[in-house]
């Protein structure tokens, strides 16, 4: 196990945020390692002001419960979706679904779209955890969309429109992983004003027929608790394919 601290998160709360990175191992495998208790213990000791977090799958029932046993517990579980490009069905049902005007940021649009980013989200693992003001969890977001606009995180922010005035966003995400090239949608949010108008269907409609050319695999993550995302996802095509336990602890003097 290794623990490794979040910068960015840690400059956000004002304190230390760790990330556990548990590896899984063979069952050929051995070597003698540590409890995971004492681990996070001899950490906590060193960092009495802290919070941690970690994303376990779900089938690793044994480390879910290790984690529970030293104070972190479940405030989200997590779904990825994925389709392959080639899938046809779903690529026709986004070509007839865009029905709002969509279009790469502008400089008119920052405020705006920053202002739908700090107030639009209720599901985030950060907005479901009682343990984090709401404060921080807005922050989160919309410091998050800010990196988009400087440039420094994620592939291209593109914004719905209504009446020229942003309605949503959809930030996207390239990675290549061996021969597998994936775009994926890192963060989609609808103005409160205008949920339940279709926006965020046409997001995810325009972000198939925009990508489904330029890449292997379409990805997306959600969590349990949105199931109007989940449903959303699988009715363009999109298979569930990888479900994890996110867990959270804060240490606090």
Known sequence: MKIREDRWLSEIFGYPVFKLEIEVRSPDDCKPVPPIGDLIRDHENRHPDAMFYAKIDADRIDTIRELSGTGFYVVDVNVTFEMPTTRRGGRDKAANWVRHVIREIAPEHHEAV?????????????????????????????????????????????????????????????????????????LIGVDNAFQGRGFGVSLVAFFIDRYAGVCDYLQVGTQVANLPSMKLYQKFGFAIVRVQYVLHKHVHP
């Open 114 to 186: 920053l202002r739908i980013a700090a107030t639009c989200f209720r599901y985030s693992r950060f907005h479901l955890d009682p343990l984090i003001p709401m404060t921080v969890a807005n922050r989160i977001k919309h410091d998050w969309i800010l990196n988009y606009i400087k440039k420094q995180r994620g592939e291209q922010l593109w914004v719905a429109l209504y009446d020229g005035q942003p309605a949503g966003f959809l930030a996207v995400l390239a990675s290549d992983s061996g021969e597998r090239r994936i775009r994926t949608i890192d």
